[in-house]
């Protein structure tokens, strides 16, 4: 069902405070909770909506400055609460808002493949920005410098809001994406929801991270030991193991939930003097996490490399270069065993005046459609490769000349029978065929196979010749 936008603007006002309130239940210091996760949903809205959602977040901001004294029953008079509550919409989502637009612009610049540069920068605007909003806000808000606890809220503030939205800008992006199509942003990250398999085994490592965090927290809880505390560092093991075996979007979840279930730890056991500890491995978590899963897009942008490099887009053979590369493989294997190799050249007949007549879309199509056949008349070990425009190569191992004759002939055929929607359109094919003795290289043996395909065309193409003699055969 599709949101008007004053709903989806009410929806967003309504997601906010929510979030607020969930942050004021795991305060541990004054004004200071182990993550603050409104400030996520501000930076993902104007990292995704942009500057159409400053209204909407200024009353969000507004409105939890009342909520916040309805909870706590300060003294505050009206116009104080209007005056702060203003001051904090100003800040919130100025300070945000700037840094967002600021990471979307360089979003934009970024490679799809790059996301180093794109978490770093990430990072850095995270960091940054909640770092001069937590500084801002106790000046401006809590007179913070003669504030007693100045160093404890400031601190807790900065990193807080940045776990914030560190730890969830990427979730909220996600969700938010179905209110707000946005094209081209972040698409490097590719945060959709995933197709629907293997939810046992995500279902499983959530169960784990789990577990584990929940066990270092009643230890270093039980024992009052902050060294127990740090090995929460260690939970990125798990959260690694997500994120090379799921998708982004479950990253980013597995992620919110862990740090949620560390806010909601922290807040139950009451381990105030470790809050820290548990703050920073938020953060680290994250930060690992994110940095890992370059890993797997690097690993996705080589292998499209490598398709580009060793295989033609068009046909689907392997490229020139690649297709000699296997060939001297091939050679020197032959050599050592003692074994027949033989090589095939196909040139397609006439190929320009297809182009010429019926436009290059449709010589494509028959380049596809001549690869296809060619590779359905070849066995797995044989191997296939696009030499030209027109032109194909196939090494086929462990075969005598007369036998690749054969097969040659056996392609032709099937060539010469190909028929497509333009029905005055043929097809035919010649062929020079040689084989390999022990003491030929590649190039001579592709010299003496060109030599045959040159004398094919000359006999009058659609003709398959050998170098060692030259039988004519003609359909």
Avoid at 193 to 217: E, M, N, Q
């Amino acid at each position: 069902m599709k949101l008007d936008v004053v709903s989806k603007h009410l929806l967003l006002i309504f997601s906010w405070l929510a979030l607020w309130r969930l942050a004021v239940f795991m305060e541990y210091a004054p004004h200071a909770s182990i993550w603050f996760p409104p400030a996520g949903l501000t930076f993902a809205a104007y990292l995704l909506v942009g500057w159409r959602v400053v209204g909407t977040m200024f009353i969000a901001c507004m409105l939890s400055t009342f909520w916040e004294h309805m909870v706590f029953q300060d003294q505050r008079t009206i116009s104080e609460l209007l005056t702060s509550g203003a001051i904090f919409a100003v800040i919130h989502n100025l300070i945000y808002g700037v840094s967002a637009h600021l990471l979307r612009g360089a979003i934009e610049q970024v490679d799809t493949y790059n996301l180093y540069h794109l978490v770093m920068r990430f990072m850095i605007t995270a960091s940054v920005s909640s770092f001069f909003m937590a500084l801002t806000g106790m000046v401006l808000l809590y007179g913070g410098l003669s504030l007693a606890s100045f160093k404890e809220s400031w601190l807790g503030w900065w990193i807080g809001d940045m776990s914030g939205i560190l730890v969830l800008t990427p979730l909220f992006i996600s969700f938010m994406n179905r209110l707000y199509p946005k094209r081209g942003l972040l698409t490097a990250l590719q945060f959709s929801l995933p197709a629907t398999h293997r939810r046992w085994s995500y279902g499983a490592k959530l169960l784990l991270c789990s577990s584990l965090l929940t066990i270092v927290v009643i230890m270093a809880d039980l024992f009052n030991s902050p060294e127990i505390a740090c090995f929460v560092f260690f939970l990125a093991l798990p959260q690694m193991w997500i994120v090379y075996t799921e998708t982004p979007y479950r990253t980013a979840l597995s992620l919110a939930l862990y740090s949620f279930l560390t806010a909601a730890l922290v807040a139950v056991f009451g381990v105030g003097t470790q809050a820290y500890i548990y703050q920073f491995a938020i953060n680290v978590v994250a930060c690992s996490a994110y940095f890992a899963m370059g890993v797997p897009a690097l690993v996705s942008a080589n292998r499209m490399l490598h398709q580009k490099a060793h295989i033609d887009h068009l046909t689907q053979a392997y490229t020139r270069q690649h297709f000699l590369t296997l060939a001297e493989q091939q050679i020197k294997q032959a050599r050592r065993y003692g074994q027949a190799t033989s090589l095939l050249l196909i040139d397609v007949d006439k190929f320009k005046l297809i182009n010429d007549k019926y436009g290059h879309s449709v010589g494509d199509r028959v380049l596809e459609r001549i690869a296809v056949e060619i590779k359905s008349a070849l066995r797995e070990s044989d191997i296939l490769g696009r030499f030209g425009g027109d032109e194909f190569m196939v090494m086929l191992p462990q075969t005598q000349e007369d036998d690749a004759f054969e097969v040659a002939e056996q392609i032709r055929e099937r060539l010469a029978g190909l028929s497509f929607v333009q029905p005055d359109l043929s097809v035919s094919c010649s062929f020079g065929v040689t084989g390999l003795d022990a003491s030929q290289s590649f190039q001579d043996a592709f010299e003496e196979a060109d030599n045959s395909l040159l004398a094919a065309k000359r006999a009058g193409r659609n003709v398959t010749l050998m170098a060692s003699e030259t039988p004519l055969r003609q359909a």
